[in-house]
């Protein structure tokens, strides 16, 4: 009996793992715009996390997953699609919303010395908790930079908006009880490097087995993953920063995109 023949994808290893690292680090942007403006406006934010959610919508569903059905079977692809939901719904139902947030949340005065421990340890606790929560959004950019470096590109440019307000959640409560810009950069940027874990930790474990199945199944379960940051995150998170149909107006403008440009390249 034949067995599968192990992909070699090597070529795409360096582009891969750059692209997850940029799109974990992305946090220090967040952490940038708290450090350079007073009171942050993020307002502008709405549109490009409605575009981010476009983009991911649109590539699970017209892109990954249909790949997957055609390799694995639609019954298979369908179990990794559900599963990869059902991780991330783990990981969310285990990190507590009240301790795992996605946004900013407009704190502008400096703390009291009694306030200053509670910021102190809200901060570290935000990091600690977008840290365990980006794990598997490596694991997704990486897998799908593997497959195709421009689905790569996409993801990493889209899950890098969904990083942004996470960077300021972490700094600011940080620099607010601290008053050391520094300290606060300094944790926003650790709960980063989740991502890049979560790629490294998917090299060692598939890399030296990854069949065409495998991937399949891979980027199956990663379109169920991305789904759920979609719903679950960045469309609320959206609306909380702007107006309805400005978030609308950017998931019809992601979808968009993503289609012209699987059309032309």
Known sequence: MQTEPVIDLSKNLGPAFALTVFAGLSTGIGSAIAYFI???KIVYLSFALGLSAGVMIYISFMEMLPDAIETVGEAWALVAFFGGIAVIALIDWLVPETENPHHYEGIDKPATATESHKLLRMGIFTALAIAIHNFPEGLATFAAA?????LGVFIAIAIAIHNIPEGIAVSIPIYYATSNRNKAFLYSF???LSEPAGAAVGYLILMPFLSPALLAAVLALVAGIMIYISLDELLPMAHEYGHGHLVIG???AGMLIMALSLLML
């Open 146 to 150: 593997l497959s195709d470096i421009k």
């Open 190 to 192: 650790l709960s980063g």
């Open 250 to 252: 950017g998931v019809v």
């Open 38 to 40: 007073r009171k942050p």
